[in-house]
């Protein structure tokens, strides 16, 4: 069986093209550690937002982004020349200052935001695309203004993460977002090993010179049938979405040159079958042999396995 693919073409807006980051605007200000104890938002005047932008498809924009990036103070940006490439697309003119805020720079210049907002100002975070502080710039801003109590509120829009999952085709009402996986194979080994029981859709990011590994992993941790689909160029001229078993989209991948920004969602794990009590008696006495008491190691292993903890009980004791 072939996957199924489908393209979509991008009829509204540019592509937003990638770039390298810039510095723009002054340079650190003074640290701020977090306070002490829980603190109330909405401590000044200021206020941070964290505003959604396109994730391909400039026609995607919303326009309270639009009145956002026109109006604010301070536009912090995670790559500034992607910033000004996306409002040349919309026909507007950042007002304010315009500052490079990343992952480089994120430690050397969370205090000196965070000072402006205090004093008033209105400091909107952008990324280069979707919502910042989602496997982008904007957690540690985020947890400065929380700690200091100033207002942090969000202008939602386009998200990478949701757009997948609603095209994969795979069960929506439960997921989880595990972003990048671990470049080493062991490291990326054990994190998908604590994966191996999850019930809920997985949804994950990956860079194309790395999906043929990835995908690899994911077919011998999860079983070659698991449902899966890789999200290709999501919103832009170009956009794939491959839906197959795991076999199938390792077998796509490595017959052919993938690029662009990648999102790969994969089914949970199938409930599994209860089986007998009896079945589960050595799994009582390994956590018995490690220290835990009779009545606890049953209670995990029922609960885990799904049967009876009264039955359990008895087939342990009559197995001794």
């Given at each position: 069986?072939?996957?199924?693919?489908?393209?979509?073409?991008?009829?509204?807006?540019?592509?937003?093209?990638?770039?390298?980051?810039?510095?723009?605007?002054?340079?650190?200000?003074?640290?701020?550690?977090?306070?002490?104890?829980?603190?109330?938002?909405?401590?000044?005047?200021?206020?941070?937002?964290?505003?959604?932008?396109?994730?391909?498809?400039?026609?995607?924009?919303?326009?309270?982004?639009?009145?956002?990036?026109?109006?604010?103070?301070?536009?912090?940006?995670?790559?500034?020349?992607?910033?000004?490439?996306?409002?040349?697309?919309?026909g507007v003119t950042v007002a304010g200052?315009?500052?490079?805020?990343?992952?480089?720079?994120?430690?050397?210049?969370?205090?000196?935001?965070?000072?402006?907002?205090?004093?008033?100002?209105?400091?909107?975070?952008?990324?280069?695309?979707?919502?910042?502080?989602?496997?982008?710039?904007?957690?540690?801003?985020?947890?400065?203004?929380?700690?200091?109590?100033?207002?942090?509120?969000?202008?939602?829009?386009?998200?990478?993460?949701?757009?997948?999952?609603?095209?994969?085709?795979?069960?929506?009402?439960?997921?989880?977002f595990e972003g990048f996986l671990p470049?080493?194979?062991?490291?990326?080994?054990?994190?998908?090993?604590?994966?191996?029981?999850?019930?809920?859709?997985?949804?994950?990011?990956?860079?194309?010179?790395?999906?043929?590994?990835?995908?690899?992993?994911?077919?011998?941790?999860?079983?070659?049938?698991?449902?899966?689909?890789?999200?290709?160029?999501?919103?832009?001229?170009?956009?794939?979405?491959?839906?197959?078993?795991?076999?199938?989209?390792?077998?796509?991948?490595?017959?052919?040159?993938?690029?662009?920004?990648?999102?790969?969602?994969?089914?949970?794990?199938?409930?599994?079958?209860?089986?007998?009590?009896?079945?589960?008696?050595?799994?009582?006495?390994?956590?018995?042999?490690?220290?835990?008491?009779?009545?606890?190691?049953?209670?995990?292993?029922?609960?885990?396995?799904?049967?009876?903890?009264?039955?359990?009980?008895?087939?342990?004791?009559?197995?001794?």
């Amino acid at each position: 069986m072939d996957p199924k693919l489908s393209t979509s073409p991008n009829l509204s807006g540019d592509n937003l093209g990638a770039a390298d980051d810039v510095e723009d605007g002054a340079g650190p200000g003074p640290g701020e550690g977090p306070g002490a104890g829980p603190v109330p938002q909405g401590g000044g005047p200021g206020r941070i937002v964290l505003a959604a932008t396109p994730i391909g498809n400039a026609g995607d924009a919303t326009y309270r982004l639009i009145e956002l990036l026109t109006t604010a103070d301070i536009v912090a940006a995670e790559d500034t020349r992607r910033l000004h490439r996306l409002v040349q697309n919309l026909g507007v003119t950042v007002a304010g200052r315009i500052i490079s805020y990343h992952e480089h720079n994120e430690a050397a210049k969370t205090g000196e935001l965070l000072d402006q907002v205090r004093g008033g100002k209105t400091l909107v975070m952008v990324t280069d695309a979707g919502m910042p502080s989602v496997s982008d710039p904007g957690f540690r801003l985020v947890e400065g203004a929380v700690a200091a109590g100033l207002t942090v509120t969000a202008a939602p829009g386009p998200s990478a993460v949701l757009t997948a999952l609603a095209l994969s085709g795979l069960p929506t009402d439960r997921f989880c977002f595990e972003g990048f996986l671990p470049r080493k194979a062991g490291e990326r080994s054990s994190r998908l090993a604590d994966l191996d029981a999850e019930r809920r859709t997985m949804i994950f990011f990956e860079a194309p010179h790395r999906l043929e590994p990835m995908l690899r992993a994911l077919r011998e941790r999860f079983g070659a049938d698991r449902r899966a689909a890789v999200c290709r160029e999501l919103t832009k001229t170009y956009e794939e979405v491959i839906r197959g078993t795991l076999r199938e989209l390792l077998e796509w991948a490595e017959s052919n040159e993938v690029r662009g920004e990648i999102a790969v969602v994969v089914g949970g794990a199938p409930e599994r079958e209860p089986g007998k009590p009896e079945d589960h008696v050595a799994d009582v006495n390994a956590l018995i042999a490690q220290g835990i008491r009779l009545k606890e190691a049953v209670a995990a292993v029922a609960d885990d396995a799904k049967v009876s903890k009264r039955e359990l009980y008895s087939a342990v004791l009559a197995a001794r």
